[in-house]
């Protein structure tokens, strides 16, 4: 039986916090030009109540592929936007809908 020190204990936190990155970290890893949409899984894995997806049916004339920050299955904010031809990238601050 593994023994267990009553300080350590004590200074643990009650209860795992519900997301380990915050809107402040996702925000960044999607200005960082080495984000990549393959990683989504995992961050999905390490955040489920709050995580990075590409929006479906986003894709318009000016950009295919767009970024939203995702609240449990809700999705929120835009946090990018990329046309795939030209390669360039618009991102967005602000709360879903005034970004």
């Known amino acids: 039986v593994p023994r267990r020190s009553p300080r350590l204990a004590a200074s643990a936190p009650a209860a795992i916090p519900p997301s380990p990155l915050t809107e402040s970290i996702l925000r960044k890893y999607a200005a960082d030009r080495r984000a990549n949409a393959d990683h989504f899984p995992w961050l999905a894995r390490v955040s489920p109540a709050l995580c990075i997806s590409a929006v479906e049916g986003a894709a318009d004339e000016r950009h295919?592929?767009?970024?939203?920050?995702?609240?449990?299955?809700?999705?929120?904010?835009?946090?990018?936007?990329?046309?795939?031809?030209?390669?360039?990238?618009?991102?967005?601050?602000?709360?879903?809908?005034?970004e």
């Open 64 to 98: 295919d592929e767009v970024w939203a920050l995702r609240r449990g299955e809700e999705s929120g904010a835009k946090l990018r936007a990329r046309h795939l031809q030209t390669g360039q990238v618009r991102h967005f601050e602000g709360e879903k809908g005034a």
